[in-house]
């Protein structure tokens, strides 16, 4: 869309400011432009058409860019039944580990931009208060950092749209990430951002006809999903061996194992591995 001075609109929190809207402001002139209360017309550029209802409509902020977002009403669309369930387990060093056994890698996305960061905040730090020349490297630094954000969501999307057409019911740890950002293990949890990833997997789970399933996560990383024995000696970093059966695992995969059987006790998943919770 056009730009607008900020304080036109009132937004004291640059680069990531937002006005809502709780009602549907049309696209007029085909879609060009649109009329905002208190505004007026404003030139835009519809990225997509509309879907659905449109409902309401956020003005945001974002790097010296301003876009319009529509949240729409759209009709559940179902996917035909995949035959499959499935149990993923969450990490940092591998973003999720399937109950099928499919490790997808974690693409670190701040932890890749560090380097890049700091010499731009180096460069913003070395240049003189309130000049141009300051601003427009903050402006950098920003712009770095909603590089991370929109690749880390690209990810998110494709991982989960993945399970979605794979499988009828996903089932995951219901994680208190908020609590686990506390620990000393906050930056590398921030940059997986299961949370964000959680609830992309639900809405898009949700628009399809599928299931996801959140299961409590106590001992799921040291309980055996052969025989049940659950003790902290089973694991031994990334190798599960139970003190009991002596069945051997991957620690992640045995833990989505487990994660599925919680959520489908009585349960076989696509490969006919049973899940059945002993
Ligand atoms: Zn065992």
Redesign the pocket.
Known sequence: MGSAPASTLSIRTPPFGWLGYPFFCKPVDEGRRINIPKIGSVKCKFHRPLEGTPKTLQIVHDCSEWYAVYTCEVHVNPLPQAGSTVGVDVGTRYFAITSDGEFVHNPRHLGSALGKLRIQQRTVSRRKKGGNRRRNAVQQVAKTHRKIRRSRQDFHHKTARKLVSEHDLIAHEDLKVSNMIKSNLARSISDVGWSAFFDILRGKAESAGRVVVRVPPQDTSQR??????TCRE?RDNEVFR??????EDHADWNAAKNILGRAVPLGVNGSGVSHTVV
Do not use: R
């Open positions: 055996c999903n052969a025989c049940g024995h089973n139970c003190v009991s059966c002596g069945h």
